[in-house]
């Protein structure tokens, strides 16, 4: 932290407060306990444990093959590695669109078996009552609009919404249902930078963007995207932030070539007889 202040624990409530304080909020993806520790340790915001970790880990095409079984487990580790950060799990596809009871239950496993401190589920007016329910449960909920990547198929592709007047009216009218819900937040992807700060004036809880400009009260990126470890699709919202895979082939490059010479491992390297 730049000044001496008390490093908080970002709860819910503070996440919000920063909305109404014109604080912006950064938000990253990670995976994994060590990740996580370092994420904490940077001070971001909030760690979302996105179903991008098909994409990311798995080299999964897209986002529906996640499972909440492969959700459970990452999100257990992003949780023991972070001590100040709101942990944000997503739901994986189908984990709560079928019945409100299995959204409910779902959502009530990533608290209890995994820690999460809050969810966050895809779709506008439409998942409205089922982020009602889940909130009465005492889960926080985090909406998530615009090109959502569960719902791809009927996009047509990774499109841009919000072009179109009707597609305005919907993400418009999506946001202040999701807020009267109970939402606490949204995250607002590949929308028209206009619509985002429209979407953004019109609701009284924070919208995180992705690819939806500069406009939102905060930002969230892929963990993988900012370090360059993907590299299958760089959509043009991406900043690479550093580029690790050339770092890790030198690293391997030079274990390889001291193994191969005997130059690894050294007496220093080895448990040697006691004299
Ligand atoms: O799965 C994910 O990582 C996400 C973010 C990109 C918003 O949903």
């Keep these: 932290m730049s000044d001496n202040t008390e490093r908080k624990k970002i709860t819910v409530t503070r996440f919000v407060n920063k909305k109404a304080k014109g604080e912006k909020i950064a938000v990253l993806t990670a995976y994994d306990y060590f990740m996580a520790r370092i994420l904490d340790k940077a001070e971001i915001d909030s760690i ?27 999100v257990k580790a992003v949780t023991k590695g972070t001590s100040y950060a709101l942990v944000i799990a997503d739901m994986p596809f189908m984990s709560y669109q079928p019945s409100l009871k299995m959204a409910i239950s779902n959502a009530g496993r990533f608290v209890k078996e995994s820690a999460a401190e809050a969810v966050k589920l895809e779709g506008g007016i439409e998942m ?74 019109a609701v009284n809880i924070p919208t995180i963007g992705i690819g939806s400009g500069k406009f939102c009260d905060g930002q969230v990126l892929v963990i993988n995207d900012i370090l360059g470890l993907y590299d299958i699709y760089t959509p043009k919202f991406i900043r690479h932030y550093a580029n690790l895979p050339p770092i890790i082939e030198k690293a391997a490059k030079e274990f390889i070539s001291d193994v191969k010479s005997g130059g690894y491992p050294n007496e220093g390297e080895s448990f040697l007889k006691k004299e």
């Design 48 to 74: 979302l444990v996105g179903d991008s970790v098909g994409m990311v880990l798995y080299g999964e095409k897209g986002t529906h093959p996640v499972t909440m079984e492969i959700m459970l487990a990452h």
């Design 128 to 201: 409205a009552e089922t982020v009602k329910r889940i909130v009465e449960c005492g889960i926080p909920v985090m909406g998530h609009i615009g090109m959502t990547p569960q719902s791809i198929h009927r996009f047509g592709g990774a499109k841009v919404q919000g072009r179109k007047e009707k597609s305005r009216q919907y993400l418009i009218e999506s946001a202040q249902a999701l807020e009267e819900a109970g939402a606490f937040s949204m995250v607002l992807e590949l929308i028209q930078a206009d619509v985002a700060q429209e979407i953004t004036a």
